[in-house]
C-alpha cells in the first residue's frame, strides 16, 4: 500500500513560506535554551570581570556664575555689562594652557603620585613633568555653558575621587582669583603710569607758568582786570584825563568869552557889587525924582555909587586876566594829556603784539595744568581705589568628592552585559541551527519532502529514566525487553502506518533508506524487524549494504555464507538465513567472504531473491546503504514495495535528504514515508512544536521502562 506523497494543503504552505515562522523561531529558543542560558550566562561572566578590570573613574563637578555688572566701589574705568561672548570667552579662559598652569602648579600635581602616567622613555625633567602635568589636567577638564545663562561649569574626571574634586575646586578659585588679581594688577599699573605721567606733567606746569612770567616781566604785561595790560589800562587812564582836560578848558573859555561881555558875571563878589551898584542907582533915581537934582542925599548916593563903580572895574579886570590864566592852564593840561596818550597808544601797538605771544604761553600752561589736574584726580582715585577690587565671577557650587565612580557604570555594564548576552547567545543558536541543518520536526519534514512521519525514533539516552545500554545491539535488545516503552512504540507507529501485519496489508517488503551514513538507518531496520517479529509477523531481515555490512555484523558477524552467496547461486535460501534468538525474526546477512559483487544486488536474480522472500515472509525488510553516494542503494529501493527514508533529527542537512527523496523517486521507488532517528526527547519536548514529544510529560506514564 503507497501513503499520500502530501499531508498539508500546497496553498496552506505556500502562504506559511512566505510568513515568519515566530513558532520556529519560538521552538529554536526552546531548544537551544541551554546554550542560550549558558553563552548569557558567559557573557556576564565576562562582563562582570571586564568592570572589575576596568580602572575606576570619578567626576567631580562644580559651578560658577559671572556678574552681568561689577560695582566696585571705586571704579578705575566704566566696566562693560557681562553679554553671551563673554560668558563664552570666560569658558576659553578657564580652559586655557596658563590657568591650568598655575592649577598644577598651585596643587604641585606635577609631583603628586599617581596623577601622572608613568613615562615611557626615561624619566622626566621637572619641566617635562609640569607640561604633562599641565596637559592631563587640559584633557580630563570639560567647561561648558550651561543653557544661554550667565553660569558655566566644571567637570574634571580622573582615578582619584579626592584629587578630582581638589583639581576642579582648584580650577574656579584660580578662575576667579585671576579675575581679582587681573583688576588690581591693572590698578597697580594704571596707578603707577599716572605716577610717573603726574611728575612729568608736573615739570611741564612749572616750565609754562615760568615761561609766563618771564614774558611779562620781559614785556611788562601785567594782570589788570582780567587780560589788560598796563598800557591798556594807561590809555584808558590817559583818556578819561583827557576828556575832562578838554571839558575844562572849554568851561574855562566859556568863561573867559563870558567875562569879556560888558554884563559878564564872573564871581560871586563882582555879582554882588553889581547888585549893590543897582540897589544905589534905584535909590538916587528915587532922590532925584522925589527932591530933585540937589537934594543933599543925593551926593552922598553918587559918591557911593562912583566907589562901587571903581571896585567892580577893578573886580572886572582882575576876573578876567584869572579867567584867561584859567584857560591857558587847561589848554597846556589837555595838551599835555593828548601827547602823554599819542605816546600811551604808540606803546599799545607794541603791547598788543606782545599779548598775542603771552596769551599763547598762558594756553599753554592752562592745558597743561588741566591735564595734570585730571591725571591728578584719576591717581588720587586709584590711590584710593586699591585693595577695594573685585572678581565679576563667584562660585555658585563647589565640587564634593565623589562617592560613587561614573565610569565603569554598572547598570550600563548590566545593560550592556544583558544586551551582549542576548545578540551572542542569538548568534550561538543562529551558528548551531546553521552547522545542524537537519530537519527538527514532523511538520517541517512533510513540508519540506511532502511525504508523512511514519515515526519519531527517540535516542535511549534522552529519555527521562532511561539507561542507555551501549553498543550497536542496545536499542535493539533495549526494544525487546521493553516492549511497552516509548522507544517500541516508535516502530509500531511505524508498522500501523504501513499496515504491516494486516490482513489487507499489501507491502510485503520495506526498503529501510537513509541520504547519508551513520543516521540509524540499520538500527531502526533491526528494531522494526524484531518489533514486527514480537508482534507476530514472520519477518526477514536482508543486508543489501554489502560495503559496510550493518547489519550482519551485528546479528550475524561469523555467518559463512549469505546474500551474495544466495545471488549467486552457490548456497540455498535456507542455508543463508540466521534466526534471531530474541525476537524470532530471520536474517539474510552478507558473508563478506570473497570478492564482493556490487553489481548482484542490482541485478534480477536480487528481484526474484525479493519476490522469493515476499512468498515465505509477511514483511521483507531490506538495509540498504546510503542513498547518495551508491547507486545499489537506489536500485534495491525501487525492488521494495515501500521505501521508509530516514533521516537523523537535526543531524543530516535537509538538502542531502531531499535529494535523497529525489534520486529515490527517480529510481521508481515509492518512498511510503520518513522517519526521525535519534530524537533527542528533552529538546524536542523543549523545542515546543512539530511532534507528539512535546507532550511526554503527559503521556509518560503509560509506558513502562526497564
Not at 562582570?48 to 570619578?58: D, E, I, N, R, S
Not at 583827557?242 to 574855562?252: D, M, P, Q, V, W
Not at 565623589?402 to 551582549?420: W, Y
Not at 515501500?642 to 534520486?663: C, D, F, I, Q, S
Amino acid at each position: 500500500m503507497e501513503l499520500p506523497t502530501s499531508v498539508t494543503n500546497p496553498g496552506q504552505v505556500a502562504r506559511e513560506a512566505k510568513l515568519i515562522d515566530l513558532q520556529g523561531v519560538f521552538a529554536t529558543v526552546q531548544r537551544r535554551l541551554p546554550w542560550i542560558l549558558g553563552t548569557i550566562a558567559i557573557v556576564l561572566l565576562l562582563t562582570g570581570l571586564a568592570y572589575m578590570l576596568t580602572p575606576k573613574t570619578y567626576q567631580a563637578t562644580a559651578s560658577i556664575a559671572l556678574d552681568r555688572q561689577v560695582d566696585e566701589f571705586l571704579n578705575r574705568s566704566p566696566q562693560l555689562t557681562t553679554d553671551s561672548p563673554t560668558v563664552d570667552t570666560a569658558v576659553q579662559v578657564i580652559t586655557s594652557p596658563s590657568l591650568a598652569a598655575e592649577v598644577v602648579d598651585q596643587l604641585s600635581l606635577a609631583t603628586t603620585p599617581g596623577f601622572l602616567p608613568p613615562p615611557t622613555k626615561g624619566p622626566r625633567t621637572p619641566e617635562q613633568a609640569r607640561r604633562a602635568a599641565i596637559g592631563g589636567v587640559l584633557g580630563k577638564l570639560q567647561v561648558k555653558r550651561v543653557g544661554t545663562s550667565y553660569a558655566i561649569q566644571a567637570t574634571f574626571t580622573g582615578s582619584d575621587a579626592a584629587q578630582t574634586a581638589r583639581i576642579v575646586n582648584g580650577v574656579v578659585d584660580q578662575y576667579v582669583t585671576d579675575q581679582r588679581t587681573g583688576r588690581a594688577g591693572a590698578r597697580d599699573r594704571d596707578t603707577q603710569l599716572l605716577r610717573q605721567r603726574i611728575t612729568q606733567l608736573r615739570r611741564e606746569v612749572l616750565a609754562a607758568e615760568q615761561a609766563v612770567a618771564a614774558y611779562r616781566a620781559r614785556t611788562n604785561l601785567i594782570d589788570v582786570q582780567g587780560n589788560s595790560t598796563a598800557v591798556q589800562q594807561e590809555l584808558s587812564v590817559l583818556s578819561t584825563q583827557l576828556a575832562t582836560a578838554e571839558a575844562e578848558e572849554a568851561a574855562a573859555r566859556a568863561r573867559s568869552a563870558a567875562a569879556g561881555g560888558a554884563n559878564a558875571d564872573t564871581t560871586n563878589g563882582l555879582q554882588q557889587l553889581r547888585n549893590q551898584a543897582a540897589q544905589l542907582s534905584a535909590q538916587r533915581a528915587d532922590l532925584v525924582g522925589r527932591y530933585g537934582p540937589l537934594h543933599p542925599e543925593l551926593a552922598r548916593v553918587d559918591r557911593q555909587l562912583e566907589d562901587l563903580n571903581r571896585t567892580i572895574a577893578v573886580e572886572t579886570t582882575r576876573a578876567r586876566r584869572s579867567l584867561q590864566a584859567d584857560v591857558s592852564v587847561a589848554a597846556g593840561r589837555t595838551a599835555a594829556i593828548r601827547s602823554s596818550l599819542n605816546r600811551a597808544q604808540g606803546g599799545l601797538m607794541a603791547g598788543n603784539n606782545a599779548s598775542v605771544q603771552l596769551a599763547e604761553l598762558e594756553r599753554n600752561a592752562e592745558s597743561a595744568r588741566g591735564l595734570y589736574q585730571t591725571l591728578l584726580d584719576r591717581y588720587r582715585q586709584a590711590v584710593a581705589g586699591q585693595g577695594t577690587e573685585q572678581s565679576n565671577a563667584y562660585v555658585i557650587a563647589r565640587a564634593l568628592q565623589p562617592g560613587v565612580p561614573t565610569s565603569p557604570n554598572a547598570s550600563l555594564f548590566v545593560a550592556g552585559g544583558l544586551i551582549a548576552g542576548v545578540l551572542a547567545a542569538a548568534l550561538v543558536a543562529l551558528a548551531l541551527e546553521l552547522f545542524e541543518g537537519g530537519f527538527q520536526s514532523r511538520r517541517q519534514i512533510e513540508q519540506v519532502l511532502g511525504f508523512p512521519v511514519l515515526a519519531s525514533v527517540p535516542d535511549l539516552r534522552t529519555i527521562p529514566g532511561v539507561t542507555a545500554p551501549r553498543g550497536p545491539m542496545g536499542p535493539p535488545d533495549y526494544l525487546v525487553e521493553n516492549q511497552a516503552s516509548l522507544f517500541s512504540e516508535a516502530f509500531r507507529s511505524i508498522r500501523t502506518a504501513l499496515r504491516v501485519g494486516h490482513g489487507t496489508e499489501t507491502l510485503g517488503s520495506l526498503a529501510i533508506c537513509s541520504a547519508l551514513p551513520d543516521e540509524g538507518k540499520t538500527t531502526i531496520a533491526i528494531c522494526l524487524a524484531r518489533s514486527a517479529a514480537l508482534a507476530g509477523t514472520t519477518t526477514v531481515l536482508v543486508d543489501s549494504d554489502i560495503r559496510k555490512r550493518a547489519s550482519s555484523r551485528s546479528l550475524a558477524d561469523s555467518a559463512p555464507t549469505g546474500l551474495i552467496e544466495v545471488l549467486n547461486g552457490d548456497v540455498p535460501l535456507d542455508k543463508a538465513l540466521i534466526q534471531d534468538e530474541v525476537s524470532g525474526a530471520w536474517v539474510l546477512p552478507h558473508s563478506g567472504v570473497g570478492r564482493a559483487d556490487y553489481d548482484k544486488v542490482t541485478s534480477p536474480a536480487m528481484e526474484q531473491l525479493i519476490a522469493e522472500l515476499k512468498r515465505r515472509f509477511e514483511l521483507v525488510i531490506l538495509d540498504t546503504a546510503p542513498v547518495l553516494p551508491l547507486a545499489e542503494a537506489r536500485a534495491v529501493a525501487s525492488m521494495a514495495d515501500g521505501v521508509l527514508l530516514v533521516t537523523r533529527w537535526r543531524k543530516t542537512p535537509t538538502h542531502a535528504t531531499e535529494l535523497a527523496a529525489e534520486m529515490l523517486t527517480r529510481a521508481n521507488a515509492r518512498v511510503s514515508g520518513t522517519a526521525l532517528s535519534l530524537v533527542n526527547i528533552k529538546q524536542q519536548a523543549r523545542a515546543g512544536h512539530g511532534d507528539e514529544m512535546i507532550y511526554y510529560k503527559k503521556f509518560s506514564k503509560y509506558y513502562v521502562q526497564a
